[in-house]
């Protein structure tokens, strides 16, 4: 569940970026507080699968001893994944302000969590395979 709602941010936040440019105002508020809620709901989703990942391993193998190289890479790309939405909800917030750049910054970090989401994916399948 936190792995969707985690990359669901990978995949909406773009969405409303690309809509904001082209909304009313009533509209664009809508947008803003739709992503700010996505931004914490990824939060949140961030940190339970930092600490659920190596909290399963342990149950599982009762220690680290069990990690496999791509365990370690799905983490890493957790923690990148993570950075990325807080580095987009920063940007965001500017935006809301009406910052042109931060918009720019906002929707590179959507990149980001999106390729890094793809990568956790890919890497928790062929961890736990």
């Known amino acids: ?10 995949v909406v936040m773009p969405m409303i970026g690309a809509a904001l440019p ?14 700010f809620q996505m931004a914490t709901v990824g939060k949140v989703a961030g940190a339970t699968l930092l600490v ?7 149950l599982k193998y009762g220690g680290l001893g069990g ?8 983490m890493a790309l ?11 909800e920063t940007n965001f ?3 809301a302000l009406g910052d ?20 956790v994916l890919l890497a928790a399948v062929l961890a736990f395979n």
Do not use: Q
Request: hydrophobic share 60%; no cysteine.
């Open 100 to 119: 042109e750049a931060a918009a720019r910054n906002s929707k590179l970090g959507g990149i980001i969590a999106a390729l890094a989401f793809l990568g």
């Open 22 to 35: 082209k909304a009313d105002e009533p509209t664009r508020e809508m947008l803003f507080g739709i992503g």
């Open 67 to 74: 990690a496999t190289p791509w365990f370690w890479a799905k």
């Open 52 to 58: 659920s990942g190596p909290l399963l391993l342990w």
């Open 1 to 10: 569940m936190a792995l969707v709602a985690g990359g669901s941010n990978a």
């Open 93 to 95: 917030k500017k935006a």
């Open 78 to 88: 957790m923690v990148v994944m993570f950075a990325a939405i807080v580095f987009e």
